[in-house]
């Protein structure tokens, strides 16, 4: 049973193109030489917060707004991005929202959660001791708590989805980031509520491979720690509802190391002049470790997001792999 109708995500598409217009889906032939594949990039980090993350918040607080009273206040965790979304949306709707982040986050997705109009909490040494805080914030606040996985934040995510199968059919094969799973559950509702075969791979960062080990063993496996630079992909605690969906959707989960996920944002910068945060550039260190499977065919890379802190990118541009 899909999460949604098709129905249901061209709603929610209508709520997304209000402030998310749709972003580019491009074919780089310096990236076709470099992989021998037909490469076709989808270009989330073209969104309003620079990452696939916008479309969620906003369909889902536009949801919370439509079944009755507006909430007295938004409570999330987060390392960056989904912040960014629920802020933007919270601010929309005229709504506080407090974010609880984990010490260390990234300053510059700090700074833009501030811009956006998120409170910021310090608490908690990784995201899932953010998550818990959070959670406890909104007995205390009286707040409402926005997960980083609910059906209305993967169908307001999946748009992206239907933007890249409406123009892009034929795919063979996309490769997508795994965070706490929604652009991937995304991804899978859409391509089988569309009937499209496309063979659709999950990637995960092997310092943070919770949802790899889940996947080989069937059922969810949490990890002691997530020590990755991609911090879009810092999970140890997969959930039970987002693992199904891609347990059953997607064909294998493939881990990139830190070093392959720094040459592809270098790759991609080359290539495209495209800035990719190291969940964005995941996909595509994945396609470089498997591109003899994928000689001649269509692939699709979801480059999720762009929000890469400057001294990182800097490292990285010298040739350098950044410490977790």
């Known amino acids: 049973m899909p999460l949604f109708t098709l129905e249901e995500l061209e709603a929610a598409a209508a709520t997304v193109r209000a402030v998310v217009p749709p972003t580019p889906a491009y074919a780089w032939p310096l990236l076709a030489a470099r992989t021998g594949a037909a490469i076709v990039v989808k270009h989330e980090n073209h969104t309003p917060i620079g990452a696939f993350k916008a479309r969620g918040g906003l369909v889902y607080v536009d949801a919370l707004c439509?079944?009755?009273?507006?909430?007295?206040?938004?409570?999330t965790a987060t390392r960056g991005n989904h912040g960014q979304s629920v802020a933007l949306a919270?601010?929309?709707?005229g709504i506080p929202c407090?974010?609880?982040?984990?010490?260390?986050n990234s300053p510059e997705k700090n700074a833009a959660m501030e811009a956006f109009g998120g409170q910021l909490i310090v608490a908690g040494k990784d995201f899932d001791e953010s998550r818990t805080i959070a959670m406890q914030m909104e007995r205390e606040r009286d707040y409402h708590f926005v997960p980083s996985f609910h059906r209305d934040l993967v169908k307001g995510v999946a748009t992206y989805a239907l933007e890249l199968f409406s123009n892009c059919t034929d795919l063979d094969v996309a490769y997508v980031p795994i965070g706490m799973g929604s652009g991937i559950c995304g991804m899978i509702t859409v391509r089988d509520l569309l009937g499209l075969k496309t063979e659709i791979v999950g990637v995960v960062a092997e310092n943070a491979p919770a949802f790899a080990l889940s996947f080989d063993v069937?059922?969810?496996?949490?990890t002691n720690s997530a020590r990755t630079f991609a911090d879009g992909m810092a999970c140890r605690d997969p959930q039970a509802d987002a693992f199904a969906i891609i347990k059953a959707g997607a064909a294998r989960i493939v881990r990139v190391r830190e070093d392959e996920i720094a040459e592809a944002i270098r790759l991609y910068y080359t290539a495209t002049h495209n800035l990719a945060e190291g969940a964005g550039a995941a996909p595509l260190?994945?396609?470089l470790k498997e591109k003899d499977r994928h000689a001649g065919k269509r692939v699709g890379l979801i480059l999720s997001g762009g929000n890469i802190d400057r001294p990182v990118l800097a490292q990285i541009l010298r040739g350098q792999t950044p410490a977790a």
């Open 90 to 93: 919270a601010a929309r709707n």
């Open 218 to 222: 069937g059922q969810p496996v949490p």
């Open 66 to 75: 439509r079944t009755g009273a507006k909430p007295k206040g938004l409570v």
């Open 98 to 104: 407090v974010i609880v982040i984990p010490e260390g």
């Open 285 to 287: 260190a994945a396609l």
